[in-house]
């Protein structure tokens, strides 16, 4: 079942403003991945980190695996109506085969 | 890169019929493919992990009988609804993993499939 906590579950926000979500676990986890999914559509891959401390970033969208190896947060910088959606955390535990587990995911809303 | 297709995008059937759901990875080789399902509102439920040439491996609770895998290649994975009924009904989306290759740990998604069954 789902292990990681995903925060906050929703945000509205005006364009311009900046976004940070976060995911925590118990766990320890070898690799994070965020994805944002549209209505109907399939999750696209966005950031993947692979080293505890890492700080990657991919256009307007920053996210960092933590120290400690149970947490990530995500931030987008200068929102923009297109980055509605549903952004989720995704991590993967050692010796998994490739499973993956999901965050609740974070609806982000963002008006003009 | 890293493109992966399902077939059809949305089917809609009847009670106690079987519905083949394809997934396909376009441009590299996937070795494992996973198939998920999502209910309105909530997050991705991992059903199952489909692994080119054996068997798949499903999670606790997920009926290997009422949805039947096959990975017969190396970029094609197939899950069947069989006997769907309306319970069934939900948005199915696979994944896939190039392996080997840059990034294996990596998950690419296709578009998802929504099943209606009335």
């Known amino acids: 079942g789902q292990q990681l906590n995903q925060s906050p579950q929703s945000m509205f926000i005006q364009e311009g403003e900046d976004v940070s979500m976060n995911c925590t676990s118990s766990s320890i986890f070898n690799t994070w991945l965020w994805y944002k999914q549209d209505p109907g559509e399939g999750p696209v891959l966005l950031i993947a980190?692979?080293?505890?401390?890492e700080l990657t970033s991919n256009g307007r969208l920053t996210a960092q695996f933590g120290i400690t190896r149970k947490d990530s947060f995500l931030n987008i910088s200068a929102s923009i109506p297109s980055d509605v959606g549903i952004y989720f955390c995704a991590g993967q535990l050692s010796r998994s085969w490739g499973k993956l587990q999901f965050g609740a995911g974070t609806q982000v809303v963002v008006t003009p | 890169g890293a493109v992966v297709s399902q077939h059809p995008s949305r089917v809609i059937c009847k009670s106690g019929t079987s519905v083949k759901i394809e997934c396909r990875s376009l441009d590299f080789q996937a070795t494992t493919m996973f198939w998920y399902r999502q209910f309105p509102k909530q997050s991705l439920m991992l059903m199952a992990t489909s692994n080119e040439g054996s068997k798949a491996t499903y999670e606790q609770g997920v009926e290997k009988d009422k949805f039947l895998i096959n990975h017969a290649s190396l970029t094609l994975s197939t899950l069947t609804v069989t006997s769907a009924h309306p319970e069934d009904s939900s948005f199915y989306i696979c994944?896939?993993?190039?392996?080997?290759?840059?990034?294996?740990?990596?998950?690419?998604f296709g578009p998802g499939t929504r099943l209606t069954v009335l």
């Open positions: 980190l692979y080293k505890a401390g």
């Open positions: 994944s896939a993993r190039e392996l080997p290759g840059p990034q294996p740990n990596e998950q690419f």
